[in-house]
C-alpha cells in the first residue's frame, strides 16, 4: 500500500469502519453464543461490545482532537486521544470481569455444547474480519501517529487471539468430552485481555504526563541541531515532549552577544524551519540568550 492511500485511510473512517464492524460481529459471535451456548464464546460476544463502545468513544475523542487551538486550549486538542485509550483499557477489565463472572458459574455448572460447526465458523469468520481491519488501523497508525487508533488496533488483535483461544478449546470439548474446559478457556480469555487493558491504560497514563518524544525522534532533532552548530553558537536545555499526534521541543540557542536582533531571528527561523521539516507534527520553541548568559532553573520561589 503506498503512503498516499495510508493518507487517505484517516483515523475518522478508519474508526467508523470499526464501528460497523463491531455490530457485524457482535451479530456473528452472539449468533455463534445462541447456537452452542458455550460460555466461551458468550465471552467472544461480550467483547465485541467493548469493542463498539471503544470504536464509538474513539471516534469522538479523534474528531475532537482535530479541533484547532483557541483561547482555551492554546496548545491544541491533541491529549484527547489519550483518554480514548484510557477508557478502552477500562472497558477491558469490565469485560474480563464480566466474562470471570460467567464462566465461574459455567465452570461450576458445565453444560453440553450444541451445533459447534455453525459456531466456530461464524467466531472465525468474525475474527478474520477483524484481523484484517487491525492490520489497516496499525499501518495508518504509524503515519498519522494516532494512539487512538493504535488503541483500537491492538484490541482487535486481542480479539482475534480471544477467539482463536475459544475456538481451540471448544475444539477440545468436543475431541475429549470435558466441558469444563469451555468455561477455563474464557477465564483464560479474560486474563489475557485484562493484562492489554493494563497495557493501555499505562500507555495513556504516559501520555497525559506529557512524556518525552520517542528515542528515534530526539535523534532526528539532536542531528538537525548538529547541523547548525558553529564555535559561536551552541544548543542546551532540550526538552521533548508528546501530546497526541503533535510533538514539542523547547530549547536554548546560544549566540554572540553583538549579533543584530534581526540577524538573531533570521537563525532561530531557519532552525526551526529545518526541526520541523525533520519532524513531522513538530512544533519547536527556541529562547535566544547571548553567549555568555546561562538561564536558572528550579527557583525555589518558582515551584511554590
Known amino acids: ?14 474508526l467508523r469502519a470499526s464501528v460497523v464492524l ?25 467483547e465485541s461490545l467493548v469493542n463498539l463502545a471503544s470504536a464509538l468513544f474513539g471516534l469522538a475523542m479523534v ?11 492554546p496548545y491544541g486538542h491533541h491529549k484527547a486521544e489519550y483518554f480514548s485509550s484510557g477508557f478502552e483499557g477500562a472497558l477491558i477489565f469490565v469485560a474480563a470481569l464480566a466474562i470471570i463472572w460467567a464462566a465461574a458459574h459455567r465452570l461450576m455448572s458445565p453444560q453440553p455444547l450444541q451445533q459447534l460447526g455453525l459456531g466456530l465458523a461464524l467466531s472465525i469468520v468474525s475474527s478474520a474480519l477483524n484481523g484484517l481491519l487491525a492490520w489497516f488501523m496499525f499501518r495508518s497508525a504509524k503515519v498519522h501517529r494516532s494512539i487512538a487508533l493504535e488503541a ?14 475459544v475456538v481451540v478449546g471448544i475444539a477440545a470439548v468436543a475431541l475429549t468430552g470435558w466441558l469444563w474446559l469451555d468455561a477455563a478457556v474464557a477465564i483464560g480469555v479474560a486474563v489475557n485481555i485484562l493484562r492489554e487493558g493494563a497495557r493501555l491504560i499505562w ?6 504526563m506529557d512524556e ?20 559561536t553558537i551552541r544548543f542546551d536545555h532540550v526538552t521533548t515532549r508528546r501530546a497526541g499526534q503533535r510533538r514539542f521541543v523547547d530549547l536554548h540557542m546560544h549566540m554572540p552577544a553583538n549579533w543584530s536582533l534581526g540577524r538573531a531571528a533570521a537563525l532561530r527561523a531557519s532552525v526551526e524551519q529545518a526541526l520541523m521539516s525533520a519532524v513531522p507534527g513538530l512544533r519547536a520553541t527556541i529562547q535566544l540568550l547571548p553567549s555568555d548568559v546561562e538561564p536558572h532553573f528550579d527557583d525555589e520561589k518558582d515551584l511554590i
Do not use: C, N
Open 22 to 46: 463491531a455490530l457485524i460481529t457482535i451479530v456473528l459471535k452472539t449468533g455463534a453464543w445462541y447456537v452452542t451456548d458455550s460460555v466461551g464464546l458468550l465471552s467472544d460476544a461480550m
Open 63 to 73: 474528531t475532537i482532537a482535530k479541533r484547532p487551538a483557541d483561547e482555551d486550549h
Open 212 to 231: 518525552a518524544v520517542e528515542p528515534e525522534v530526539l535523534a532526528d532533532i539532536q542531528q538537525t541541531l548538529a547541523g547548525f552548530q558553529h564555535p
Open 152 to 165: 483500537d488496533a491492538r484490541h482487535l488483535v486481542t480479539d482475534v487471539w480471544t477467539s482463536a483461544g
Open 203 to 208: 500507555r495513556s497514563s504516559q501520555g497525559l
Open 1 to 14: 500500500m503506498s503512503r498516499l492511500d495510508q493518507q487517505s485511510l484517516t483515523p475518522q473512517r478508519l
